[in-house]
């Protein structure tokens, strides 16, 4: 079910990756599906649990297509979650209402025994077949981002059992046992691979890798559990699907970003609100990367002419560059629709 290429040239989303400068440039926007639109709390409701809504190819497609509907933005990413990966693999993985997710902590070595990897294809099944109908579903000019959580990152919720501020259970199982935590991530690797083929044969033409907790290592260790594995994950994909670019999101990597890309070969990065606007313009300027980013999620929810102005800022900084406008970290719920309207709006009309 490959996609057919005529379709493919025509998506200005892909032109920063085939080393174009757009005005303006694509814009989308992490978790632009979600608890801050209506019509997505509605499907929701009707789709019971919150794995319920992303193993049922109809209300994902459903929930994916929704801000496309309203706002028309350039690329459309797959709803899913990056815990799916842990729950194909076997352990028993849960969301609280409110709360966040809830898995059965994997501690040490022995417990990975609980983890099969030859069972995951039959959990991402349903996964692949919402890409495939997205594929038919969505406007042709639009992109579709496949993605998956960086191997650390998953692995942070799986050794924690939750999500953590400070992530301490699996830094201290790296530190106490690094063969035995290099097992876990050998296997998260191995999987994600194999979970973002498919999602590329069923029509994704972009990928996302989300390393929300890259942050919370020191160089060795982000060198170890950040840098290496992405790299692995990249290079099978460049050899599977050499036109297909890979954007990375390692959030609060701070000066070690450049270093990531360098040593990654990933095509985009994705930089966090933190990053200053300068920095998103200069700091990659020696790296074929595509730079991704990076208004506050805050400001979006605040709106008015605060948000204009760092829109217009940064806009104006990255002109001319390969760049794609997105936010610093995911859009929260409390963000009023409207307010993602003028900002597309904004974006579009360019400065
Ligand atoms: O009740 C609900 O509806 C659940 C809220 C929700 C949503 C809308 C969760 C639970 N996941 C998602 C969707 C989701 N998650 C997408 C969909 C596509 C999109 O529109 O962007 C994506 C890409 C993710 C990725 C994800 N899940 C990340 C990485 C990006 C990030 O935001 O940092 C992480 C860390 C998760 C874990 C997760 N899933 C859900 C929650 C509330 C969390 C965070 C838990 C925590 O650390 O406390």
Same mark, same amino acid.
């Given at each position: ?7 493919? $040239?025509? &998506?200005?989303?892909?032109? /920063?990756? =085939? ?6 440039? /694509? ?7 979600? =608890? ?7 499907? &929701? ?23 496309? =509907?309203?706002?028309?933005? @350039? ?13 194909? #693999? ?34 991402? $099944? ?17 992109? #579709?981002?496949?993605?998956?959580? !960086? ?18 259970? !699996? +830094? ?13 991530? @050998? ?20 990928? %996302?890798?989300?390393?929300?907790? !890259? ?16 790299? +692995? ?40 609100? !933190? ?20 208004? @506050? ?14 829109? @217009? ?20 719920? %409390? ?17």
């Amino acid at each position: 079910m490959q996609m057919d290429i005529g379709s493919k $040239a025509a &998506r200005r989303f892909l032109e /920063p990756f =085939r080393g174009k400068a757009c005005s303006p440039p /694509p814009i989308w926007l992490m978790r632009q599906a979600g =608890r801050y639109l209506p019509e997505y709390r509605e499907t &929701r409701t009707k789709a019971g649990g919150f794995l319920n809504l992303c193993y049922t190819p109809e209300l994902a497609a459903e929930v994916t297509l929704q801000p496309i =509907r309203r706002y028309g933005f @350039d690329a459309a990413i797959l709803f899913s979650d990056i815990l799916v990966v842990p729950d194909a #693999l076997g352990q028993k993985v849960s969301f609280v209402e409110g709360e966040g997710p809830r898995l059965e902590p994997i501690r040490n070595v022995n417990d990975l025994r609980r983890l099969d990897p030859a069972r995951t294809a039959r959990t991402f $099944a349903p996964v692949w077949e919402t890409v495939a109908r997205l594929r038919q579903d969505l406007p042709r000019e639009t992109s #579709l981002i496949g993605f998956c959580g !960086a191997p650390w990152t998953v692995a942070t919720y799986m050794v924690q059992g939750e999500g953590s501020s400070d992530q301490a259970e !699996a +830094r201290l199982w790296a530190y106490r046992d690094r063969e035995g935590f290099s097992r876990l991530i @050998d296997i998260l690797v191995e999987t994600s691979i194999s979970y973002l083929d498919n999602q590329v044969k069923a029509g994704a033409d972009c990928l %996302q890798i989300f390393d929300t907790w !890259a942050g919370s290592l020191p160089d060795d260790e982000f060198d170890r559990w950040v840098v290496d594995p992405t790299r +692995r994950i990249r290079e099978s994909l460049r050899d599977l699907h050499p036109d297909v670019p890979v954007i990375g999101f390692p959030r609060g990597a701070g000066p070690a970003a450049v270093w990531y890309v360098a040593e990654t070969g990933v095509d985009g990065i994705g930089c966090d609100t !933190a990053t200053p606007p300068y920095v998103m313009k200069e700091a990659f300027e020696d790296e074929d990367v595509v730079v991704q980013g990076n208004l @506050d999620p805050l400001l979006l929810v605040a709106g008015g002419t605060q948000m204009d102005e760092r829109v @217009d800022e940064i806009l104006s900084l990255m002109a001319g560059q390969r760049f794609i406008f997105n936010l610093g970290h995911g859009i929260v719920p %409390q963000t009023p629709p409207e307010n993602v309207a003028r900002l597309v709006e904004r974006v579009r009309k360019g400065t």
